[in-house]
């Protein structure tokens, strides 16, 4: 959604300045980011996305762990079609955490420092507020250069709901977190909220069997319908509470998410669930 | 006048004995049948020759009446034939209904069932033992429902999650609490509800109360379905607005997707499958992709676009339809048929091209042959007979100009039908003998009733036309700046 233009103009003018050198340790500050908190996810948006997961420009989201090559990578399909020579590089070791409709990533800046073997992946569809975590990202890893902090930790402009198995092959990912995704309240849009018992299937095949979908809202009707959908869905069993509390990634949920934050500031309660995507049954 | 025919099925019918093929074909509101001994029937019934058989199914002296077919105003947009070829299973637009008919022995089209659905059906398939149809929608979503509605479903079935999750008729509850973190118009939608609470529930919107399970579903509208049976295990393949083409496990494993067909890079609008592992998809893009698809890897890709500019190119009255620059020139698929008789054999159309391509998968890229036809190809069956080998109907467009899907014809082309067959060598020719014996369904002339009003040429109509016949075009996205 375009600013009114003085606006545009400050924010462009601002986003410039980021470019620079010196400014490229500075935080990026929210304000200039800020966009219309609800996006259609059925319209067909302006997305860039790749063809399919072998085409993702990883090395771009993770240079530090870009593999060289001396020649361009070929996959099967591409011997079909020599004329397509790819410029992708490929990174030493698959994301296996993606935090979907992440919104300003407080999650994954607390998450990657515990985990900084893993690589993570923000994905959210607000193309502002997609440009500040990746700003925050820059930043961070300029700040870090010293010991190679937040290379772990990128950030795509995505429709999940749309796209989602083009950027991860089938049982990549070890944990997804759907943390405070917009309740849709209305009935009529029911189909717009990112869990239902079909998106659970897509979130079945990127997950690989023992991976973990954890979700948390405020939103007591949304917590019962997340648990309804995801519990009816033969892939996943929710995870006991006990084992729940014993998992940090939880804990970080609660406290290091934007929205957490908010909802303890206001005093409000928070709902969590986790799901354990199961083996795949043999074929009848 | 007469509408052209939107779509076309062949079935074998064996009455004493004797084979028999019969034509069942769908034009606007109705469906003509002719067999190749003369036989015609439509449906709804010519007036005058009611029959009796309106009844649904459902427990003795609890009948329910089906609405009037004489009544039905939707126009038919799908048909697909059950296996067994004794019923056709049709989809009317506007209503949103699946009808099942029985195809008796006089030729006769009785309906058996009418399910209107919640959303639009895109697509139908049956899986291999007929006793279920697999509907694919508009909304993105995949239901499977049996061939005829049982007696159970006479019984209000207690909504099941997905129909909860199709249809929204869950009890009413407070979505947000006084606690939850609002937006501005969240707290005016939590308003209204809290002031609806106060009302008393709203009455939940009536789902459908015929058994109806939901398999699997994309957050995109579905163009295509398509249901295999390799090696014992059962599949599904969908196709959508979104490029993609899904295959899952068939029921009662349909919530397990074994994997995806990447490579397209526009809509994909047709699935045809060729022998058990074989698949051949087209839609926006200048291609037809082949896939192994059981391993999800693209073979090649058929070059279909080539195959249309040369065909315009070649013909006089359509040469200047070819744009300067012949990349910007877009096809839209709107059929790909695989040949019975052959093992390899494929014919394809593009909506708005009065041709068909024949390829042969596995052999060459690029188009075999060139059929050309007086209309733009809408539709394709086969009929294999023990003399004349396979022949190929064609449903063609006898309203519009060759190449045009608005510009209507200055004289109504004769024929809707046109027939070829293949000679074994490889080469489609007319087929002059079978056009023959399918005279009466052909004919362009004839019947002109309701679709009287749809037949003459104003927006409103021509616009309903368009609806009925090309949609495929519109699949392709604009991109718009809506971020
Ligand atoms: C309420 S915010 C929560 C943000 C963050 N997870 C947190 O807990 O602070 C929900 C976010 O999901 C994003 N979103 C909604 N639908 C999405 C979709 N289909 N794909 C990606 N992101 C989506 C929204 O833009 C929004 O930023």
């Given amino acids: 959604m375009p600013g009114e233009p003085a606006k545009r103009q400050k924010r462009e003018a601002y986003k410039s300045s980021v470019e620079s050198e010196e400014q490229q340790a500075a935080l990026p500050k929210k304000k200039f980011y800020r966009q219309r908190a609800h996006a259609n996810p059925f319209s067909d948006h302006c997305l860039a996305y790749p063809k399919s997961p072998k085409d993702m420009d990883w090395a771009s989201h993770y240079p530090a762990y870009a593999v060289q090559h001396d020649s361009a990578v070929r996959t099967e399909d591409e011997s079909h079609d020599a004329a397509q020579v790819s410029s992708r590089r490929a990174i030493s070791k698959p994301v296996e955490i993606a935090d979907i409709g992440c919104g300003y990533g407080g999650l994954l800046f607390a998450l990657a420092p515990r985990f900084p073997d893993t690589l993570m992946l923000g994905m959210e569809i607000r193309i502002s507020v997609t440009e500040y975590v990746q700003e925050k990202v820059r930043a961070l890893r300029t700040q870090n250069a010293a010991t190679n902090g937040f290379q772990n930790v990128s950030c795509i402009r995505a429709n999940t709901m749309k796209f989602l198995p083009n950027f991860f092959s089938k049982h990549q990912l070890s944990k997804i977190f759907l943390c405070f995704p917009d309740p849709h309240f209305k009935q009529r849009k029911h189909k717009a909220r990112i869990v239902s018992y079909t998106l659970s299937s897509e979130y079945a095949y990127v997950l690989r069997p023992g991976g973990i979908v954890y979700t948390i809202t405020d939103v007591e009707d949304l917590h019962r319908w997340m648990v309804e959908h995801l519990e009816k869905h033969p892939s996943f069993e929710r995870i006991g509470e006990e084992e729940q509390e014993q998992d940090e990634c939880v804990h970080i949920m609660r406290s290091e998410t934007e929205e957490g934050k908010k909802v303890t500031r206001n005093g409000g309660q928070k709902f969590v669930a986790c799901f354990r995507r199961v083996e795949d049954p043999p074929w009848p | ?483």
Avoid at chain 2, 38 to 67: N, Q
Avoid at chain 2, 165 to 182: Q, R
Wanted: hydrophobic share 35%.
């Fill in chain 2, 1 to 483: 006048m007469a509408l052209p025919y939107s779509c076309i099925e062949a079935c074998r019918l064996s009455t004493n004995g004797a084979d028999e093929w019969a034509l069942i074909a769908a034009s606007g509101t109705r469906l003509v049948v002719q067999s190749s001994s003369g036989a015609y029937t439509t449906w709804p019934p010519a007036s005058g020759s009611a029959v009796g058989d309106t009844e649904a199914e459902g427990p003795p002296g609890k009948k329910i009446k089906l609405s009037d077919p004489s009544e039905n105003t939707s126009n038919f947009s799908c048909l697909a034939l059950t296996h067994d070829q004794k019923h056709i299973i049709a989809v009317t637009a506007e209503d949103k209904c699946i009808r099942v008919f029985r195809i008796d022995t006089e030729f006769q089209l009785q309906q058996l069932s009418q399910r209107c659905m919640t959303r639009r059906p895109c697509a139908i398939a049956m899986t291999s033992d007929d006793s279920t149809i697999l509907c694919a929608d508009k909304f993105g979503d995949v239901y499977s429902l049996p061939l005829l509605p049982g007696p159970e479903d006479e019984q209000i079935r207690s909504p099941s999650v997905e129909q909860s999750e199709a249809a929204g008729e869950k009890a009413f509850v407070p979505a947000a609490s006084v606690l939850t973190v609002h937006s501005g118009r969240n707290r005016r939608v939590l308003e209204e509800q809290l002031k609806q609470a106060a009302k008393g529930p709203k009455k939940p919107k009536e789902g459908p109360t015929f058994k109806h399970d939901l398999l699997l579903g994309h957050v995109s509208m579905l163009t295509d379905i398509a249901y295999a049976n390799v090696n014992g295990r059962s599949y599904i393949i969908t196709a959508d607005r979104d490029e993609h083409i899904r295959v899952s496990r068939g029921p009662p494993q349909a919530h397990i997707i074994e994997g995806f067909c990447y490579g397209h890079e526009s809509f994909v609008s047709r699935l045809c499958l060729v022998g058990p592992d074989r698949l051949v998809s087209g839609g926006g893009d200048p291609d037809l992709f082949v896939w192994d698809w059981t391993n999800f890897e693209l073979l090649g890709k058929l070059h279909l676009r080539d195959a249309v500019l040369r065909f315009l190119r070649e013909q006089p009255d359509l040469a200047a339809r070819v744009p300067e620059d012949a990349n910007s020139f877009r096809i839209a698929v709107s059929g790909i048929w695989h040949v019975p008789s052959e093992a390899n054999e494929i014919l394809a159309a593009c909506e708005g091209i009065p041709a068909l391509f024949s390829f042969r998968i596995g052999i060459s890229s690029t188009a075999e042959q060139c059929i050309v036809l007086t209309g733009n190809a809408l539709d394709v069956t086969f009929i294999r007979q023990s003399q004349t080998g396979c022949t190929a109907v064609v449903s063609v467009d006898n309203v519009h100009v060759r190449v045009s899907t608005t510009e209507r014809r200055e004289a109504e082309a004769t024929s809707r039908l046109e027939y070829f067959s293949y000679r074994p060598g490889g080469q489609w020719e007319q087929d002059a003998e079978t056009g023959r014996a399918f005279e009466r369904i052909s004919q362009s002339g004839g019947h002109a009733d309701k679709e009287a009003s749809l037949m003459t040429s104003t927006t409103g109509s021509e616009k309903a036309l368009g609806a009925i016949l090309y949609g495929i075009e519109n699949l392709r996205k604009r991109p718009d700046s809506d971020d």
